[in-house]
C-alpha cells in the first residue's frame, strides 16, 4: 500500500501537469498523512535541510564555468584544436565533435551547456561540409551526454549527496566509462559516415597545429588541475567547483580576453537561475527522501526483488532496465533524486559497490537526456540546431544504441569500472 500511495501520488501529481519539485512536495505530504506523521514544521525543516550541503555548494559553480566556458571563449578554441588534430581524417569533423565533447564535458558537467555549445559550432560546420543534418544533430546529442559521466559531474555530485555516496570516488570512477563511450561513439560514427564520399579539409601544418595548441592549453589545463587536485587530495570536489569557476574566470577575461567585465552579469545570472530551478529540485527530493526511509521503502522494494538478490549482475540488468524506461518520461535529475535512496540500499544489501552502481545509474540517466519524448538535450539540440525533433531522433538512435551496449558490457565486467577507478585512487 506504501508503494502505490508513493508511486500514485507522485505520477498523478505529474501526469497533471504539476512541476517536479511540487509533485515531489505532495508525494512527500502523501506519505506523511499515510503514516500519520503529518507535520508541516518537518516538511519545512527537511525542505532546508535537502538543500543546507557543502557537496552541492559545487552545483552552482560547476553550472558557471560551464557558463563562463561558452561565453569566453574556452569551448571555440577546444573546438579549433580537435578540428587541428582530427579534422583531416575522412569523416573528420564527426571525430572533432566527439573529441571536443569529451574535453568540454571535463570543464562543464553539464550535457545540456555542452549540447548548446557544440551545437552551435559544429553542426553547421558538418552540414556545409555535405553530412547529413540529422545524422550531424544526431551525433552532437549522443556526444553531449558524455558531460554528466566524465568529472566534474553534477549528477554524480546529487547522486553522492542522495545516496550518501563519495563524489571523489565517483568523479575518478566515472573517467573510464567516460572515454570508452566516446570510443563507442568514434566507432558509431565510422559505421554511420562510411558511405559520404566526402573530401576532408587538408591537414593543418605543424606550425598551425602548434599555435592552435598553444591558444587551448589554457582551457586544457582545466581537467588536469582538478583529476591531480583530487586523486592527490589537495581539494574536495566542492572546491573543485570554485576553482573551475575562478580558473575559467581568469582565463577568459584575462587570457583570452573574449569576456567583459559587463559580460560577467550575464553568466552569473544564467548560472543562478538554472542552480535555483536544481537546488528546489534537490531539496523537494530529500523531503520525499527522509520519507522513503521512515517508510521502508528500500525494504519493500528489496523484498520485491528477493528472487534476483543472489545473482548482483540479474539485479543491475534489472534495475538498469527500470531505469532506462523512466529516462524516457522522466529529466535526468528527478530521476537520480527518486530512485537513489531507494535502489542505494538494494545494492548494498546485495553486496554491489555503491560507486560501482552510481557509474552505472548516471550513465544510464545521461542517456535518457537522449531518448524521446522528454529528452532534455534532444531538445537543446534542436533549438539550437534548427532540426525538427523527428529529424534529431533519426539520427541519434544509431549512436544511442552504441552507448546502451557500452551500459551492458560495463554491467557485465564491473572491472572495467572498479579497475580503472582503484588505479586513480591510489
Known sequence: MTITIFLGSLLGAMAIGMPIA???????VALMIHLDLFDAQIVAQNLINGADSFPLMAVPFFMLAGEIMNTGGLAKRIVNLAMAMVGHIRGGLGYVTILAATVMASLSGSAVADAAALATLLVPMMVAAGHDRNKSAGLVSASAIIAPIIPPSIGFVIYGVAGNVSVTKLFLAGIFPGILLAFGLCGAW???????????????????VLTILREGVWALMLPVIIIIGLKFGVFTPTEAAVVAAVYSLFVAVCVYREMSITDIYPALLGAAKTTSVVMFLVAAALVSSWLITVANLPGMVTDLLEPLMDSPTLLLLAMMALVVAIGTAMDMTPTILILTPILVPVCKQAGIDPVYFGVLFIINNAIGLITPPVGTVLNVVCGVSKVSMEGVIKGVWPFMLVQLVVLFLLTLFPSLVMVPAAWLSH
Do not use: F, I
Not at 565510422?190 to 598551425?208: A, G, H, M, T
Open 22 to 28: 511540487y509533485a515531489l512536495l505532495l508525494c512527500g
Open 190 to 208: 565510422w559505421y554511420v559516415s562510411r558511405k559520404e564520399n566526402l573530401s576532408p579539409p587538408p591537414r593543418r601544418s605543424l606550425r598551425e
